[in-house]
């Protein structure tokens, strides 16, 4: 029965440091961490590695809900799973206890409350996108694809649409689409 530690970050210029230490002061034996998105588990290799390890009798610990899940779903999902294999759920900075009623019902209430805060931030984002754009400040991204090397690519060196992507590090469906945009 041991207790392991996982932190996480949403962006590089975060940092998980103090996570990390929080989580060792709490007795933690081991602390995994990464620096990733939290609104799904894809792609959160680390919290993946965790969750295979841990076994009956262990314990999950975080330093807030936030840190495990931004989606109720996803939250309910990981607490379901640690249950039904005989794990506890504990934060560091909130009063959770998954074995009780309450306990669940403010792990529920803390997930809402995450998945409604990101909610939040992308409707701000998007709005934040639609007055620039209003104003002719924002110009989305930088194009990735070149569609001039492309159709150079294509008339000088003779190369099919599979070469060219490879060549460029780009899709088959870029290059198709670039060549057609030339031919307008």
């Known amino acids: 029965m041991a207790t392991y530690g996982y932190a996480r970050a949403s962006t590089l210029d975060q940092d998980v440091a103090i996570q990390e230490e929080a ?82 019902a403010f792990l529920d209430m803390l997930g809402v409350f995450a998945e409604f805060e990101t909610n939040l931030r992308r409707e701000r984002q998007m709005e934040g996108i639609a007055r620039a754009k209003a104003r002719g400040i924002y110009k989305g991204r930088k194009p990735s694809i070149d569609p001039a090397e492309i159709r150079r690519l294509r008339a000088e060196e003779k190369l099919g649409a599979t070469a060219i992507a490879k060549r460029l590090g780009i899709g088959r469906a870029s290059v198709y689409r670039a060549l057609a945009a030339g031919d307008g």
Request: aromatic letters at 2%.
């Open 23 to 104: 989580l060792r002061r709490a007795g933690c034996e081991v602390v995994r961490s990464e620096t990733v998105s939290g609104t799904s588990r894809a792609g959160r290799s680390e919290l993946a590695l965790l969750l295979q390890f841990l076994h009956p009798g262990d314990t999950l610990m975080v330093t807030r809900v936030d840190r495990l899940a931004r989606s109720i779903k996803d939250l309910q999902d990981i607490v379901s799973e640690l249950r039904a294999r005989g794990i506890a759920l504990k934060a560091t900075e909130q009063p959770i206890d998954t074995a009780t009623s309450a306990g669940k």
